[in-house]
């Protein structure tokens, strides 16, 4: 495989325009921050506990106590620094950059002088330090350490965190790296190997991708040394639902190269995978590039939610089989998705195909945006695509299931990760390498950069879902050629083009439209279209599913909600062919997205009050209301479907 | 309520002849008697250990070691026991007489001095008997050794278990009674309830009755008891499951007469709905009739799968909401259904209305049956309507779904459970008072009893399945008057009685057709009727059957197996309308059930390969083979569905 040097431009260059993802970009820095600071802080009234701060504090010994909260619980701050780096970079919440250099003490203050940091095994019990692999996320923590540092870097120029990661950085090379006393040991929970890539790509330093490489390539090979190191633990253990652990959980079953299906905890999954494609583009691994592809065709073509879902099980938050896409019980962790986009914007990068972000905005798109309030204040962790809040009950296989977003968790990872996604979003809108700057998204937005010593602005007005046209205005200063890459998602129809008031018939290469520029000045290249409201079934394999249709409009998935529909959603029967009529966007909801009216039916079984009878079917008219799955539950709480049935003739 | 004494003939009394059950009844004496014997002895290989008779003999002092297995362990026995009762009382398994005597006095040295028996308890920490209510069994050990003590009397005329388990009753007298020591404490299962009230009725201390209804009055009057009791635990606690323990599970939220939704643990609920039956017959107690009739009606007409099943949910085994039946992932544990039988029998004992044994069928014609082989050897715990074996897998929210039967259990309840009910079977079949012989199960048996002083026979030739008739030969030795009392159950269309060659009409009472009869010698009658397969679908509620179909036939729920239809079984679709087409039995399995021939058609989406395209729904022509529920995976292992879709024009 040819090796690519996509990368990501700075996000300070990058402006998003478009008014649902301003909306929510705006919250984060204006709502998340201040929220999640003072969650962090413990002083927001309402909300699980996070001891977050408190256990820096206590490790730094600058109050007396034990560590409290989840072991992992860290990266909460980790991941806080990282999404104000990325809402600094573009100038947003910059009153917190003072708290986040305190913080950075404090950090560096917890910090052991081999350059350890981990509050909960430096407080409750450093003896045990680098002894729980499976259950200690040490590394994992590490990783968020890490990935906050690199992003801080960027943003303020401060170096402060990168020193301190990178110390903690040299020690876990010191301990883990080939030939030193835990080269055999994985990290129980991937992460730290994406950073470490971002690391040595900050600073240069090659070790740092070495040590990620090498995490991957032990990782499987004795593929029982997780489970072995949780037996280990006798009483030391520290998640009780472990007592289910298998060597597919963190995807240690196999190595790296050999995996071909995507097993286990869907995060860890997607973490992992996203590495692997970091360091095939890094280091030119075809092994390791071939398996990446596997793995992202297995997860896209057998085991993902129309919405960009992943992880079929409420149990353990994991992979199941093939097709078993069940949609009330299932988890479709918000992080999962999250990772889903980081996997497809890295398998982009390496491959330069465009197809991968198909996926990544059917994840963003669905899943993420669903995953946080319009008022960026409640987070859903698991997202199903059917919810009847009767039967989310604690105590039962349903538990796991919220009707409604919770104000947080105390394992907190799916607020920050959505927060971080939003603050950098930029990120999966363009990309560039030394000749090409690539369009990724249909979000209407702003990038300058620089390419071949050209300062250049592209500026992308996105129109598909209102009028079915796009304009992109670029400039440039100096009249220096450079190819312009489009995507064309699947869901233009026969798209034309006119650059500069000629039409023109582009080639279409890896899913991007590939526009020539050379001149200086002012270009503008227009996109037509078509986008209509679309019905869309799965594939016969997927049982949960047979019969049914779901609406989508471009990359937007619809549902049904018991506020406009009335309760008991699952006897509404739609025909394929049937017309989904625009209308307004619902009353308070962000974005300019219409609504849409749909002619259905409503069954009844035609047996009165008995449980069980002579079936009678009978069918009533009734006229639906489809809002995005992106923003349901955001008016009165109740219930909603994706999936509604198919009237088949 | 008016009081009714309805009671069970004696076993020894009723031969049953139908193919099907007799089959069944014969496999308990022959293969499951020696088979769990084996068991118990730890000489079965192939199972898990069930250090059974092992842990009687360390607490009898007799060999070193701790109590293994489960904290209720000693349940295996008892109720192994009182099955071999079953069958001694029909002339079966006489040659395990011995073994029992030889397991009646180790269990007689395994009590200690002042009564007490649990080899648990005894063995691994005798200071904390009397403390763990909530997950210590003590008192739900007590209760099985209760009914298999009075079933091994009723069988033998042997008094040596009877003696001890009365010793350990008095001494829980002793213990619960009001104004002693622990008169607050309710079982955290409960069980010793309509136990006592057996012994009672054994022994006629009325004492036992009376702490029966103690136990059921203390019972939720502190909301929170079982819940302290749990906490008061800590580090003791024994099953971590009950993490997620809450006042709901045990029934203990709410006094007994206030309930009225059957929740929490399903197998739990029963034995106590049972008990409150049996405890308003008693005492007739109006406010407990009451609140029985209210949680039989919620659990069969609200929360009860087509098979008799209960359970909605995987986790914890219990029931959710009304109308919450998801088809693949509940319980439905074979002793839940057990349960359900149970209580309607109750029920019909407390009210004398036939109706209350159309559950009793529906759980024994379908859910108990499934959850025994045809062989014997093998038992569902959990009875799903619909199996995909793939995503049955371990460490997911399938887990507790096996997709074949299992040769043994850890907790191993279910096996005994369905062994002692079919071993009993005649005591749902028939019953008797006063004045009246009351048939409740059509099927085919013989019966002989007194009633007035008169011997009678009754002889039931059911063949209303083979060619819409039965056949009821009465015979009696005296000119004597008595009502004979014949169940009519709702899927016998039109039925028509010839009482001694003539046409008559007998009044329906309670859902008896009311046959009088007052002379001496043979008299036949006759009922015609007809019974065809038939479609069902639930209650518009039930969002998991909208616009679904179930066959059944007479009380047979059908069912859809791979071995016949292929793979992808919820693909398929019949007609509300089309015709079930009688066959010939399965190769190879008991009784003379026939199965059915369905046209029917099988649903492709049309997007090819694809997991999400544009929907082209197609239907391409199917037969479809229909067996009973009852004996599915008795063949090639593999999917199974009970509701298809349904056409609907």
Not at 74 to 86: G, I, M, R, S, V
Not at 292 to 297: P, S, T
Not at 317 to 340: H, I, K, Q
Request: charged share 20%.
């Amino acid at each position: 495989m040819k090796q690519k040097n996509i990368h990501s431009p700075a996000l300070s260059r990058i402006t998003v325009s478009d008014p649902l993802f301003k909306h929510y970009i705006s919250i984060v820095s204006k709502k998340l921050i201040p929220y999640q600071w003072n969650v962090l802080n413990d002083s927001e009234p309402n909300t699980e506990k996070s001891f977050c701060i408190a256990n820096f504090r206590v490790a730094a010994g600058e109050i007396e106590g034990s560590h409290k909260g989840m072991v992992f619980s860290d990266t909460d701050l980790y991941k806080w620094l990282e999404t104000l780096a990325y809402c600094l970079d573009r100038g947003e919440a910059t009153e917190f950059e003072v708290h986040a250099d305190e913080m950075v003490d404090l950090i560096s203050r917890a910090q052991e002088p081999d350059g350890y940091i981990n509050t909960y095994f430096s407080v409750n019990c450093p003896e045990r330090k680098w002894t729980n692999f499976t259950e200690g996320h040490e590394l994992y923590s590490a990783g968020h350490l890490i990935e906050a540092a690199v992003a801080y870097y960027h943003a303020t120029g401060k170096k402060r965190l990168l020193e301190v990661a990178s110390r903690f950085a040299n020690l876990i090379c010191d301990k883990f790296a080939p030939g030193r006393e835990l080269e055999n040991a994985c990290p129980g929970h991937q992460e730290i190997e994406l950073a470490l890539i971002k690391l040595a790509d900050c600073t240069g330093e090659k070790k740092y991708a070495d040590l990620a490489r090498h995490f991957l390539e032990v990782r499987g090979n004795s593929s029982n040394f997780l489970e072995e190191n949780l037996r280990e633990q006798g009483k030391n253990r520290i998640f009780p639902e472990f007592a289910d652990y298998d060597a597919l959980y963190a995807q240690s079953h196999l190595p790296a190269t050999e995996q071909t299906t995507a097993e286990g905890h869907a995060v860890r999954a997607m973490y992992m995978f996203s590495a692997m494609a970091d360091i095939a583009r890094t280091y030119g691994e075809d092994a390791m590039a071939e398996s990446c592809v596997r793995l992202w065709n297995n997860v896209t073509q057998k085991r993902m939610y129309i919405t960009g879902g992943i992880g079929s099980s409420g149990h353990l938050e994991r992979f199941t089989v093939d097709y078993d896409l069940p949609n009330d019980r299932m988890y479709c962790e918000s992080c999962a998705s999250v990772g889903l986009m980081m996997f497809g914007q890295r398998m982009a990068a390496l491959t330069g195909d465009a197809n991968y972000y198909d996926a990544v905005e059917r994840a963003l798109c669905n899943t993420v945006l669903a995953g946080i309030a319009a008022e960026g204040d409640k987070y859903f962790y698991v997202n199903p695509l059917e919810v009847w809040p009767e039967n989310c009950l604690p105590g039962t296989s349903m538990s796991h299931v919220k009707p409604v977003r919770q104000p947080w968790f105390a394992c907190a990872c799916c607020p920050a990760n959505i927060a971080r996604t939003l603050a950098s979003l930029g990120q999966y809108i363009y990309a560039q390498d030394e000749k090409s700057v690539y369009i990724n998204q249909y979000i209407s937005s702003e990038l300058c950069t620089d390419i071949r010593g050209a300062e250049i602005s592209i500026k992308l007005q996105s129109n598909f879902l209102a009028d079915g046209t796009s304009r992109i205005l670029i400039k440039s200063d100096k009249p220096q050629s450079f190819t312009l890459r489009i995507r064309i998602p699947y869901y233009l129809e026969n798209p034309t083009f006119i650059f500069n008031g000629k039409a023109i018939a582009p080639v279409i290469e890896n899913g991007y439209a590939v526009i020539a520029v050379s001149r200086e000045g002012e270009q503008i290249l227009e996109i037509n279209s078509k986008v209509e409201p679309r019905w869309v079934a799965a594939n016969s394999k997927v049982r949960a599913d047979t019969g049914k249709i779901a609406l989508m409009y471009g990359p937007y998935v619809y549902c049904f909600e018991e506020e406009d529909n009335g309760p008991n959603l699952p006897v509404f029967y739609a025909a394929g062919s049937s017309r989904a009529v625009s209308d307004a966007p619902a009353a308070g909801l962000p974005g300019s997205l219409p609504t849409f009216k749909v002619h259905g039916r409503r069954l009844d079984s035609g047996i009165g009050e008995s449980l069980y009878g002579q079936p009678s079917f009978r069918f009533t008219d009734a006229e639906l209301k489809a809002v995005p799955y992106a923003l349901w539950c955001n008016r009165t709480p109740g219930e909603m479907i994706v999936w509604i049935n198919a009237l088949i003739s």
